[in-house]
């Protein structure tokens, strides 16, 4: 069976680009997905290369989704039945509800516009329409440290600040004072203008941190 590595290594297809640290990391935490019928949606997806190869990669998926901002993406054409692209932005009510008619999804994809702001987001709308035992994949964290992605090393809102908080969030249950969890997230929540009363944080399993990647594993709610 070949890895992603060996996909991306061999592909003529579109373009995709993607960091050789990356394809390591997700063949280790991919290769349980791999002959599932998988639906996969990916945030950004540029020249739509990737998903030609997630396409290979995952043989029996039911969908793989891409979606971009970028109107030119809505040229791009696909021989695989499978590979579908929605036009947009993602954090918009009116792209969102495009995304979601495919109900949830077992793998999520954030390759946007690498923004704190989108990305913390990002994670509001979507991690409810991720599967039990799913992954949401944070790429490219390391333009969370630079100003222009609305970041630094001591910016208190950037999006690994965000996650950094989550890992606080799985043990709530061991905090020892009479607050609830969206309280920790007080800051984001009222400088990026989301609501988190809905959100699923206490199905957050586990939150993993590699150079510039974060995984995110939802686990049962019972």
């Known amino acids: 069976m070949k890895t992603l590595k060996d996909l991306y290594k061999n592909h003529s297809g579109k373009v995709s680009d993607k960091w050789s640290i990356y394809l390591d990391q997700y063949e ?3 290769r349980h997905y791999k002959e599932l019928p998988v639906k996969f949606f990916e945030i950004g997806i540029l020249n739509g290369g990737s998903l030609e190869i997630f396409s290979k990669y995952f043989s029996n998926a039911k969908l793989i989704l891409g979606c971009d901002i970028d109107p030119k ?3 791009l054409q696909y021989d695989e ?3 579908r692209v929605i036009i947009g932005d993602a954090n918009e009510e009116k792209t969102k509800s495009e995304v979601v008619k495919h109900s949830k999804f077992d793998i999520i994809i954030d390759d946007g516009s690498h923004v704190s702001r989108d990305i913390v987001k990002t994670f509001c709308n979507y991690f409810n329409h991720l599967n039990e035992n799913g992954l949401f994949i ?7 440290y630079q100003t222009q992605h609305g970041g630094g090393i001591f ?3 950037s999006s690994i600040n965000f ?9 709530y249950e061991h905090w020892g004072i009479e607050k609830k969890q969206e309280w920790l997230l007080r800051d984001f929540i009222v400088n990026y203008q989301i ?3 809905n959100l699923a944080l206490d199905q957050i399993h586990s939150i993993e941190f590699v150079n510039s990647l974060c995984f995110i594993k939802k686990k049962s709610s019972k």
Do not use: R
């Not at 944070?138 to 969370?144: A, Q, T």
């Not at 996650?163 to 043990?171: Q, S, V």
């Open 28 to 30: 280790n935490k991919l």
């Open 163 to 171: 996650f950094k908080k989550l890992i606080d969030i799985i043990n």
């Open 138 to 144: 944070i790429e490219d964290l390391h333009c969370s």
């Open 73 to 75: 993406c809505k040229k």
């Open 155 to 157: 910016f208190p809102i």
């Open 195 to 197: 609501d988190l009363k």
């Open 81 to 83: 039945p499978n590979i």
